[in-house]
């Protein structure tokens, strides 16, 4: 539970938040952190999560419309972001938390991907953006001084094996936050991504090798894992006028994970394990 004491730091301003599936999601917990921070905002999810999932709960503990849409579709892209402005009005801030590979769900391998599943994991994970942002553009739905976040993973930078072609669609992602960043800052509209260190939640328990990864992250990361909540609080202040100049950013939120070499626990752990396979030789 997230215990952080509320500054209002968003109080007034609407938003729209796409990808909540249960409580132990990003996006979840970064509702809830915008509620207490005084935000109003829409949900929305594909129809398949939304039945998988317990969306409309979180519609009801914050008084949010929740709108069912599919991404990949620019038709309801557009229909959706219609429907969250009569709703709530034009927005100041967004964020995208979805993701998604049928390849790494059917445990293909990398080198023998099937290339119309990598489409979707491209078009439901990355160009998304592009079309939830350029669906606000020509709608006219993003105020002056609005804030896009995506939600990433250092696989963008470093291959992950058990990623798989979400490292690819992670690179896009960045990619586009970028491109749109740099069109939309005349109006002092800011778009970054978060680089979120490995989190149990229900999408992170359906990489193969998770474990592994949170147990190698946390051990490396001087200040340990972030939690969801850690996540939520982070995208409140890039939500909030607190941090009007920072824009086309990928901002690492991994405890220190992506810039530190080695850890003392890594390199004792090694040790160990070293005088463990002399032992048994």
Same mark, same amino acid.
């Given at each position: ?180 960043? /740099?069109? !939309?800052?005349? *109006?002092?509209?800011?778009? $970054?991504?978060?680089?979120? %260190?490995?989190?149990? +939640?229900?999408?992170? #328990? ?33 939500? /909030?006028? !607190?941090?009007? *100049?920072?824009?086309?950013? $990928?901002?690492?939120?991994? %405890?220190?994970?992506? +810039?530190?070499?080695? #850890? ?18």
């Amino acid at each position: 539970m997230n215990t952080t004491k509320s500054h209002q730091l968003l109080e007034g301003k609407n938003g729209l938040i796409f990808g909540a599936l249960d409580e132990r999601s990003l996006a979840w917990r970064v509702a809830l952190a915008c509620q207490r921070e005084g935000a109003r905002f829409t949900l929305s999810n594909a129809p398949l999560a939304m039945r998988l999932g317990t969306l409309q709960k979180l519609g009801e503990l914050t008084d949010s419309e929740v709108f069912p849409c599919d991404v990949s579709d620019y038709k309801q892209v557009v229909e959706l972001i219609k429907k969250t402005i009569d709703s709530t009005g034009k927005l100041d801030f967004i964020l995208h938390a979805v993701g998604m590979s049928p390849n790494i769900r059917k445990r293909i391998e990398y080198s023998q991907l099937n290339y119309g599943l990598m489409r979707q994991t491209l078009d439901i994970s990355a160009i998304s953006l592009h079309k939830i942002l350029q669906a606000c553009v020509q709608n006219k739905a993003l105020n002056d001084g609005a804030s896009i976040i995506a939600l990433t993973y250092i696989g963008a930078q470093r291959v992950f094996s058990k990623y798989s072609d979400m490292n690819d669609a992670k690179a896009l992602l960045e990619s586009i936050a970028r491109n749109f960043g /740099s069109r !939309l800052g005349q *109006k002092g509209i800011r778009v $970054n991504t978060i680089s979120q %260190g490995p989190t149990k +939640t229900s999408a992170g #328990s359906g990489i193969r090798g998770f474990d592994a990864m949170y147990e190698f992250a946390d051990k490396l990361s001087p200040l340990g894992n972030p939690s969801a909540d850690d996540c939520a609080d982070y995208c409140v202040t890039l939500f /909030s006028d !607190l941090t009007r *100049k920072v824009t086309m950013q $990928n901002l690492f939120h991994d %405890g220190g994970f992506s +810039t530190n070499g080695i #850890s003392e626990e890594l390199i004792f752990d090694l040790i160990a394990l070293n005088e463990q396979k002399n032992t048994s030789e």
